[in-house]
């Protein structure tokens, strides 16, 4: 059942969801399953936007007509969805046993020394986002840790800052001549 300012909510909505999820929730409102189809919205919103802001939230909570604790209980039960915006570099460090043994948790502790945030955070300037992974399948590398699709290993605490460099530096681009 729809609200006299139905037209109003969803235009609002509209604004702040990718149109093909409105398509689908249209399609879905109503249906005798509609809470079933929530978990696949929240897919199709974090891959358009890359995580799911609360505007979001709400916007799919107000359309979907599903309460909005709803939406935010299953947001936040599955590891999977992602509450805030991604860092552009993505560091998975590996925790698995392999390198686990050999040391990947002091491996860890340096990067979350060095970059100021702990798993599941990114640094202020988004840059960086912080994950842990079970196996990324090079354990002949271990310790390893994965920035975006590129493996570094066997790693070292010493070695994280050399390895942040790179992509800090990548991202300032080369330095000007000093002129004369
Ligand atoms: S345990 Fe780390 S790559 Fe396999």
Not at 61 to 81: C, D, E, M, R, S
Not at 105 to 114: F, G, H, I
Request: charged share 20%; proline share 4%.
């Amino acid at each position: 059942m729809t609200t006299d300012n139905w037209t109003d909510i969803k235009e609002a909505c509209e604004q702040v969801l990718p149109k093909d999820v409105v398509a689908y929730i249209d399609r879905h409102r109503g249906s005798v399953h509609a809470e079933s189809n929530l978990i696949a919205i929240l897919h199709m919103v974090q891959a358009a936007n890359g995580y799911l802001s609360r505007e979001a939230m709400h916007a799919v909570a107000q359309l979907a007509q599903i309460p909005l604790a709803k939406v935010t209980g299953v947001a936040t039960f599955y590891h999977y969805f992602r509450l805030h915006p991604r860092g552009k570099h993505m560091i998975n460090v590996c925790l698995g046993t392999a390198c686990y043994v050999k040391g990947a948790d002091k491996v860890a502790e340096r990067l979350m020394n060095d970059l100021g945030i702990g798993f599941g955070e990114t640094t202020k300037d988004g840059l960086f986002s912080l994950e842990s992974a079970r196996c990324v399948g090079c354990c002949g590398l271990a310790p390893v840790v994965m920035i975006d699709d590129q493996v570094h290993g066997p790693v070292a605490p010493g070695d994280i800052a050399t390895i942040l460099d790179k992509y800090t530096k990548k991202e300032k681009g080369p330095k000007a001549p000093a002129l004369v």
